[in-house]
Protein backbone atom coordinates (compact mmCIF):
# COMPACT_ATOMS: atom_id res chain seq x y z
CA UNK A 1 0.00 0.00 0.00
CA UNK A 2 1.22 3.55 -0.69
CA UNK A 3 0.34 7.07 -2.03
CA UNK A 4 -0.05 7.92 -5.70
CA UNK A 5 4.15 8.65 -5.43
CA UNK A 6 5.20 7.06 -9.30
CA UNK A 7 8.82 5.99 -8.24
CA UNK A 8 7.34 3.27 -5.26
CA UNK A 9 6.78 0.65 -8.53
CA UNK A 10 10.26 0.69 -10.36
CA UNK A 11 11.55 0.66 -6.78
CA UNK A 12 9.33 -2.84 -5.97
CA UNK A 13 10.04 -3.95 -9.64
CA UNK A 14 13.49 -3.77 -9.17
CA UNK A 15 13.77 -5.44 -5.52
CA UNK A 16 11.52 -7.91 -5.65
CA UNK A 17 11.50 -10.27 -8.79
CA UNK A 18 12.50 -14.38 -9.65
CA UNK A 19 15.06 -15.89 -11.78
CA UNK A 20 13.59 -17.87 -14.72
CA UNK A 21 15.85 -19.85 -16.94
CA UNK A 22 15.26 -18.87 -20.13
CA UNK A 23 14.83 -21.75 -23.02
CA UNK A 24 17.61 -22.69 -24.72
CA UNK A 25 19.78 -19.26 -23.53
CA UNK A 26 22.67 -19.20 -22.22
CA UNK A 27 21.17 -16.22 -19.56
CA UNK A 28 18.08 -16.30 -17.01
CA UNK A 29 14.86 -14.26 -17.13
CA UNK A 30 13.95 -11.74 -14.23
CA UNK A 31 10.32 -11.99 -13.37
CA UNK A 32 8.12 -10.22 -11.09
CA UNK A 33 7.87 -12.31 -7.72
CA UNK A 34 4.50 -14.48 -7.28
CA UNK A 35 2.51 -12.46 -4.66
CA UNK A 36 4.32 -9.14 -5.11
CA UNK A 37 1.24 -6.52 -4.76
CA UNK A 38 1.34 -2.95 -5.19
CA UNK A 39 -2.38 -0.62 -4.10
CA UNK A 40 -2.09 3.23 -4.19
CA UNK A 41 -4.73 5.50 -2.63
CA UNK A 42 -4.23 8.77 -3.95
CA UNK A 43 -6.32 11.30 -2.65
CA UNK A 44 -7.70 14.28 -4.77
CA UNK A 45 -8.12 17.76 -3.20
CA UNK A 46 -9.51 21.08 -3.81
CA UNK A 47 -7.62 23.06 -1.90
CA UNK A 48 -7.77 21.63 1.44
CA UNK A 49 -11.12 19.78 0.99
CA UNK A 50 -10.99 16.20 -0.25
CA UNK A 51 -13.01 15.63 -3.52
CA UNK A 52 -12.76 12.23 -4.15
CA UNK A 53 -10.13 9.04 -3.02
CA UNK A 54 -9.24 6.56 -5.89
CA UNK A 55 -7.67 3.45 -5.09
CA UNK A 56 -6.03 1.62 -7.80
CA UNK A 57 -3.88 -1.57 -8.24
CA UNK A 58 -0.44 -0.97 -10.15
CA UNK A 59 0.74 -4.53 -9.71
CA UNK A 60 -1.06 -7.29 -8.70
CA UNK A 61 -4.70 -7.01 -7.13
CA UNK A 62 -6.13 -4.09 -4.95
CA UNK A 63 -5.60 -4.84 -1.23
CA UNK A 64 -8.41 -5.91 0.88
CA UNK A 65 -7.44 -2.94 3.35
CA UNK A 66 -6.33 -0.33 0.48
CA UNK A 67 -5.91 2.50 3.30
CA UNK A 68 -2.90 3.57 5.36
CA UNK A 69 -4.17 4.51 7.94
CA UNK A 70 -2.94 1.30 10.08
CA UNK A 71 0.00 1.59 8.54
CA UNK A 72 0.80 4.98 9.74
CA UNK A 73 -0.61 4.64 13.19
CA UNK A 74 1.72 1.81 14.33
CA UNK A 75 4.79 3.77 12.36
CA UNK A 76 3.53 6.88 14.57
CA UNK A 77 3.12 4.53 17.76
CA UNK A 78 6.69 2.72 17.02
CA UNK A 79 8.70 6.64 16.36
CA UNK A 80 6.76 7.15 19.86
CA UNK A 81 7.93 4.82 21.69
CA UNK A 82 11.55 3.93 19.97
CA UNK A 83 13.85 6.86 20.23
CA UNK A 84 16.20 5.29 17.59
CA UNK A 85 13.23 5.99 14.99
CA UNK A 86 13.16 9.86 15.46
CA UNK A 87 15.21 12.23 13.62
CA UNK A 88 18.26 14.27 15.86
CA UNK A 89 18.33 11.79 18.38
CA UNK A 90 21.40 10.21 20.25
CA UNK A 91 19.30 7.06 20.61
CA UNK A 92 20.88 4.83 17.83
CA UNK A 93 20.33 0.78 17.43
CA UNK A 94 23.74 0.12 16.14
CA UNK A 95 23.52 -3.93 16.69
CA UNK A 96 20.92 -5.93 14.99
CA UNK A 97 19.66 -7.67 18.24
CA UNK A 98 19.29 -4.00 19.97
CA UNK A 99 16.76 -3.21 17.23
CA UNK A 100 15.51 -6.54 17.25
CA UNK A 101 14.92 -6.70 20.91
CA UNK A 102 13.42 -3.15 21.26
CA UNK A 103 10.76 -3.42 17.93
CA UNK A 104 10.27 -6.76 19.51
CA UNK A 105 9.72 -4.91 23.07
CA UNK A 106 7.09 -2.19 21.66
CA UNK A 107 5.61 -4.61 19.73
CA UNK A 108 4.56 -6.60 22.67
CA UNK A 109 3.85 -3.48 24.72
CA UNK A 110 1.41 -2.23 22.11
CA UNK A 111 -0.56 -5.19 21.74
CA UNK A 112 -0.51 -7.01 25.02
CA UNK A 113 0.27 -4.22 27.62
CA UNK A 114 -1.57 -0.97 26.43
CA UNK A 115 -5.69 -0.87 26.11
CA UNK A 116 -6.68 1.18 23.61
CA UNK A 117 -9.58 3.23 23.29
CA UNK A 118 -10.55 2.31 20.36
CA UNK A 119 -11.56 -1.21 21.41
CA UNK A 120 -13.36 -0.55 24.60
CA UNK A 121 -16.71 -1.79 25.35
CA UNK A 122 -19.57 -0.94 27.24
CA UNK A 123 -20.30 -1.94 30.58
CA UNK A 124 -23.72 -3.26 30.92
CA UNK A 125 -24.82 -2.01 33.59
CA UNK A 126 -21.98 0.70 33.77
CA UNK A 127 -19.95 0.27 37.59
CA UNK A 128 -20.22 3.53 39.81
CA UNK A 129 -16.43 4.31 38.75
CA UNK A 130 -16.55 3.21 34.85
CA UNK A 131 -18.58 2.49 31.83
CA UNK A 132 -16.24 0.97 29.73
CA UNK A 133 -13.75 -2.20 30.17
CA UNK A 134 -10.78 -1.69 28.47
CA UNK A 135 -9.06 -4.00 25.83
CA UNK A 136 -5.96 -4.68 24.22
CA UNK A 137 -5.84 -5.85 20.43
CA UNK A 138 -4.99 -9.22 22.36
CA UNK A 139 -7.46 -9.27 24.10
CA UNK A 140 -10.28 -7.98 21.10
CA UNK A 141 -8.57 -11.28 19.64
CA UNK A 142 -9.30 -13.36 22.32
CA UNK A 143 -5.54 -14.57 22.03
CA UNK A 144 -5.42 -13.01 25.99
CA UNK A 145 -7.70 -12.51 28.77
CA UNK A 146 -6.11 -9.48 30.37
CA UNK A 147 -3.59 -6.43 30.35
CA UNK A 148 -0.24 -8.59 30.64
CA UNK A 149 1.83 -6.32 32.36
CA UNK A 150 5.93 -5.93 31.94
CA UNK A 151 7.18 -7.82 34.74
CA UNK A 152 4.17 -10.81 33.96
CA UNK A 153 5.91 -10.92 30.45
CA UNK A 154 9.41 -10.88 31.33
CA UNK A 155 8.97 -13.75 34.27
CA UNK A 156 6.52 -15.87 31.72
CA UNK A 157 7.86 -19.34 31.57
CA UNK A 158 8.98 -20.30 28.23
CA UNK A 159 8.83 -24.00 26.80
CA UNK A 160 11.95 -24.85 24.98
CA UNK A 161 10.75 -27.99 24.27
CA UNK A 162 13.19 -30.47 22.15
Not at 32 to 40: F, N
Not at 82 to 90: F, S
Not at 113 to 120: E, G, I
Request: some cysteine; hydrophobic content about 45%; charged content about 20%.
Amino acid sequence: MSDGWLPYIEAIEQVYWDRAPAAGLPWELRLPAAGVALTQAVKHRQGRRLVRLEVRAMIGAVAAQPYTVHVERQNGVLRDRLACLTRKTHAFAKAVATWTARFSLALFEHNWVRPHLALRVPLVPPDADRRYDQRTPAMALGLAGHAWSLSEFLTYPVYHGT
